[in-house]
């Protein structure tokens, strides 16, 4: 069985700071990894996946996330906030092998401070 | 052109009745699901079809059936509405095989009184 743990419902942070946003995950088969972003009253649109090819990972909008199998995470950063980067960020996992069945996080509410 | 596209987007409706939901896709992807977002924005698989086969059924009750009449649309039938059964309802779509993303739409809101 596969699952992600995000840490943190709620992250908070100033305009221009650094993005973290935390996420493990736990799987018995070499995992495929994703970032989804939802903005309000909207689906879920890619940021990024990890595809088991490099490690760190580039997505849209600066947002980025490395690979970490020691640590089983997998985390989001971004180096610098904008109040446009305010939403809800889903952490997602599936298996290599097998058809496509995302388990998705609790997920993280971002909110951006002028 | 919008790639996965539900309707209706929001249904307001009493307990007992039914309604149903539709999803189209026009992406060209071979396999649909329908997922349920709960008030705490918790996302949870409930169906996937592939090619008009069930792949995935989440133990979801049989008050819900969906439908795909072909790989481009996949419907979502609620009988005997519950007030649990509110939230919004989300249909995505993919390739059968990974490391694919998921396609969503924009959700549909079911809210029962």
């Known amino acids: 069985a596969q699952s992600v743990t995000q840490l943190g419902s709620h992250v908070s942070v100033s305009e221009g700071a650094l993005v973290l946003l935390r996420c493990n995950y736990s799987s018995s088969v070499p995992p495929y990894l994703f970032w989804y972003v939802q903005y309000p009253n909207q689906g879920l649109q890619l940021l990024l996946k990890?595809?088991?090819?490099?490690?760190l990972v580039k997505g849209i909008n600066g947002f980025e996330a490395e690979f970490k199998k020691s640590e089983t995470s997998f985390h989001l950063t971004k180096p610098s906030a904008h109040m446009s980067d305010a939403a809800e960020y889903f952490c997602?996992?599936?298996?290599?092998?097998?058809?496509?069945?995302?388990?998705f996080g609790t997920g993280t509410r971002l909110l951006v401070s002028p | 052109d919008t790639a996965v596209s539900q309707t209706p987007k929001y249904l307001v409706t009493q307990m007992g009745n039914d309604k149903s939901i539709k999803c189209e896709q026009n992406l060209g992807h071979d396999t649909m699901y329908w997922y349920k977002q709960d008030s705490k924005k918790f996302l949870k698989i409930m169906f996937s079809?592939?090619?008009?086969?069930?792949?995935i059924n989440e133990t979801v009750p049989n008050r819900f059936s969906p439908k795909s009449p072909d790989k481009a649309h996949l419907n979502l039938h609620i009988n005997s509405l519950e007030l649990g059964d509110s939230a919004v309802y989300f249909c995505?779509?993919?390739?059968?095989?990974?490391?694919?993303?998921?396609?969503f739409g924009e959700g549909s809101r079911l809210t029962v009184l």
């Open positions: 995505a779509s993919s390739t059968y095989r990974g490391p694919g993303e998921l396609f």
């Open positions: 997602a996992v599936s298996a290599v092998t097998g058809f496509q069945k995302l388990v």
């Open positions: 990890y595809t088991s090819a490099a490690t």
């Open positions: 079809y592939n090619n008009k086969e069930l792949i």
